[in-house]
């Protein structure tokens, strides 16, 4: 079986949920694969996205790019339905002036269908993702 990005809208993944949106930058770019769209938050933290696999993933390896998140939390959930949530990353991001953040996590346990990211806190009023990508091996599908 080869790896491919499970966070991707072609592999039939879905932003299904964001606390924010902007018509101009809405929560579908974070998987559109397009490097120059974006997700923009809408001020206050904590901001959040959910994203469904639509079947059981094996994720090893993650890789998100954004711009001014301080502190991001990811946790999954192998349930249907996007609850049941389990603590998994906690990561404080460093902010380069200009530049991406670009964070990749090698993950064990990596077995969810729902991941949610919660951005926690940021280094300036908003932040944006910019795409999330996670390597893998689809497991199964939802029965």
């Not at 809208?9 to 932003?15: I, K, P, W």
């Not at 993933?57 to 790019?65: A, F, P």
């Not at 944006?128 to 091996?137: D, F, I, K, N, T």
């Amino acid at each position: 079986m080869r790896k491919i990005n499970l966070c991707s809208s072609s592999e039939g993944t879905e932003v299904i949920l964001a606390t924010s949106s902007d018509e101009k930058h809405p929560p579908e770019n974070i998987i559109d694969g397009n490097p120059e769209t974006f997700w923009t938050t809408t001020g206050m933290f904590p901001q959040e996205f959910i994203i469904c696999f639509h079947k059981h993933v094996r994720i090893e390896r993650l890789v998100i790019q954004s711009y001014f998140v301080r502190t991001l939390r990811i946790e999954k959930s192998t349930s249907k339905e996007p609850i049941d949530f389990e603590p998994w990353i906690e990561r404080d991001l460093v902010h380069k002036e200009g530049q991406l953040q670009n964070e990749e996590i090698m993950t064990r346990d990596g077995h969810a269908t729902h991941l949610r990211f919660i951005i926690i806190s940021a280094f300036d009023h908003f932040a944006s993702v910019h795409s999330v990508s996670a390597e893998g091996l689809a497991v199964s599908n939802l029965s």
